[in-house]
């Protein structure tokens, strides 16, 4: 009996890098190696870290405002575009996003055939909300030739509801760009939080999902690295990348399997088995302030 061919067979790869804050031009270029590298590799789907065409502290809204670029005509997606068109690959990037006068921390989502779409952060994280508005495109996904994506953005991950909403519109794989930072009372000897929230979304969706991370010290601010691509069951399939190195990590899949092996016996289906009668006040359909 012949071998059977795996239907859905995807070949993804996490770019860990350090962006230089608001050298746009040299992130580009670094990126754009990172992917052709990577693309050397046999990568197909590359996910780049959060807002990495810019850098992520910004010392003001003017500052931000300066720096962001419009999607998807800007310089940064445009780069994108080209390296996606040439290399035949899909790519799923952070980028600080002009929308007339709103700032958005956004991604955007490229293949070779040009751009797809966005992703705008829905859930933004500290001074985040000085500069950026909060996502207004809710968790979208993007149906490709190599598979149905989901993306979110870094603290989007902290969330049960944002994964569970992109599987039940039939994400099969995840993409995170992220600029982890270090969490009060972490065990150094444990893997990050940010991981095990990863590898348990993962898990209790039975979906893919690659998280790339960022690494460096930027005005002040120390990144975590750790880049993820977790499997449909949780465990990871590459990675936790370098804490504090650049680093390219690369997993081969088979996005068949987030939707084959969901049912884990003959009774249960994690989506399935959704109780959503009982699950009001957390879909937001009641807002009792004693209860929060």
């Known amino acids: 009996m012949a071998a059977k061919i795996p239907e859905a067979l995807l070949t993804v790869a996490c770019l860990q890098m350090e ?18 590298q990577a693309a050397a590799r046999g990568a197909t789907l590359m996910v780049l870290p959060e807002l990495c065409n810019t850098g992520y502290v910004f010392a003001s809204r003017a500052e931000a405002f300066d720096l962001a670029e419009s999607i998807p005509d800007g310089r940064t ?12 690959v899909y790519i799923v990037a952070g980028i600080t996003e002009r929308a007339g006068e709103r700032l958005y921390n956004s991604a955007v989502i490229i293949g070779p055939e040009g751009f797809i779409g966005r992703y ?7 001074d985040e909300a000085i500069f950026f508005e909060p996502g207004n495109l809710g968790f979208p996904v993007f149906k490709t030739r190599i598979g149905t994506l989901g993306c979110q953005i870094c603290y989007d991950c902290w969330f049960p ?24 009372g972490q065990d150094p000897q444990r893997e990050a939080m940010a991981n095990i929230l990863v590898m348990a979304a993962a898990h209790t969706n039975s979906i893919f999902i690659a998280a790339a991370d960022r690494v460096g ?3 002040g601010q120390p990144f975590i690295g750790q880049s993820l691509i977790a499997g449909y069951a949780g465990w990871p399939v590459a990675g936790p990348a370098s804490g504090t190195q650049p680093e390219t990590i690369v997993a081969s899949i088979n996005l068949a399997d987030a939707k084959r092996h969901r049912n884990w016996g003959a009774f249960n289906q994690v989506l399935r088995d959704r109780r959503t009668d009982v699950y009001d006040q957390m879909l937001g359909s009641a807002h009792s302030p004693g209860n929060y």
């Open 161 to 184: 509801e944002s994964f569970r909403l992109a599987a039940l519109q039939g994400a099969e794989i995840v993409c995170v760009p992220t600029n982890w930072v270090p969490i009060p």
């Open 217 to 219: 010290v930027e005005r």
């Open 77 to 88: 997606t445009q780069a994108w575009i080209q390296c996606a068109t040439r290399l035949g």
């Open 120 to 126: 705008r952060k829905v859930h933004l994280w500290g």
């Open 19 to 36: 962006p230089v804050f608001g050298e746009i031009q040299h992130n580009i270029q670094a990126s754009v190696a990172l992917v052709e």
